[in-house]
């Protein structure tokens, strides 16, 4: 199998907000991006481009995480973007950051609700890591986007911050399957950040509110979080493994 000269990376839900912020700083870093995206062909391009003009590499590939066959559809055209440009299925690390929300609390939780929460935040990586696992090279990296949400009780997540914490419950378990392998596991915990799915944190009113909360006294921007990510798939971050890291600010301590 030919290794690529630089390592290669998969981030799921990478067109926008803190997936987008993570394609770029491990671009940045030199590493070869998979840009993952849903229904954003636009958004997954212009993230793409991004990284094309600061003489990054990165490729789009499309899936829907939330239908049955989305996991094993995303690493089927992975790997063979992968065999096209690199001559094998092999990669460095893989960025689990898609992810949906609804706020609501328990009695306005629907089974449907439920289980497409479920599905997307946590059966998804669960089988997407299951199905690339023999891809993934030894010394390799895998890092799952969880909430902070799971330390702290917010109520209108009802159905979000359980399946969040599954996908923490995960991390730790393959940072001990995987450990033989020198591959780290770690879950990265962000806060209220800027973003499209926070968008009480984009609100210029509403921010200032919820940074009261927040030790650091401001919202986070999805570049924090990605510098985060950052660390725990570089060389630097080879000694942590099996950890749940909040990437808050400081946020309800």
């Known amino acids: 199998m030919t290794r690529p000269i630089k390592p290669v990376a998969l981030v799921t839900g990478a067109s926008r907000g803190i997936g987008r912020a993570i394609a770029l700083r491990l671009a940045r870093d030199g590493v070869a991006v998979a840009v993952h995206y849903k229904s954003g062909e636009t958004e997954a391009a212009a993230t793409v481009a991004a990284i094309a003009a600061a003489g990054g590499s990165a490729f789009a590939v499309q899936a829907d995480l939330g239908s049955p066959d989305g996991p094993a559809g995303l690493a089927e055209t992975f790997g063979r973007q992968l065999t096209a440009r690199f001559g094998g299925p092999g990669f460095d690390i893989l960025v689990n950051n898609a992810g949906i929300g609804r706020r609501a609390r328990i ?61 923490e419950a995960l991390t730790r378990l393959l940072a001990v399957e995987l450990g033989a392998r020198g591959i780290t596991v770690n879950a990265v915990l962000p806060g209220a950040t800027a973003t499209d799915m926070n968008p009480g944190a984009r609100d210029p009113a509403t921010s200032v509110e919820i940074a009261r909360t927040i030790a650091l006294g401001r919202v986070g921007q999805p570049e924090d979080v990605a510098g985060v990510v950052g660390f725990l798939a570089s060389a630097d971050g080879a000694w942590v493994t099996g950890q749940s890291i909040d990437a808050s600010g400081g946020q309800r301590l």
């Open 107 to 167: 009695a306005d939780v629907s089974e449907a609700d439920f289980d497409r929460i479920l599905t997307v935040n946590l059966k998804a990586p669960f089988f997407l890591i299951r199905t690339l696992l023999p891809h993934l090279r030894d010394g390799g990296r895998i890092i799952n986007l969880s909430s902070m949400g799971t330390r702290a009780a917010y109520p209108e997540m009802a159905a979000y911050a359980p399946a969040k914490a599954g996908l």
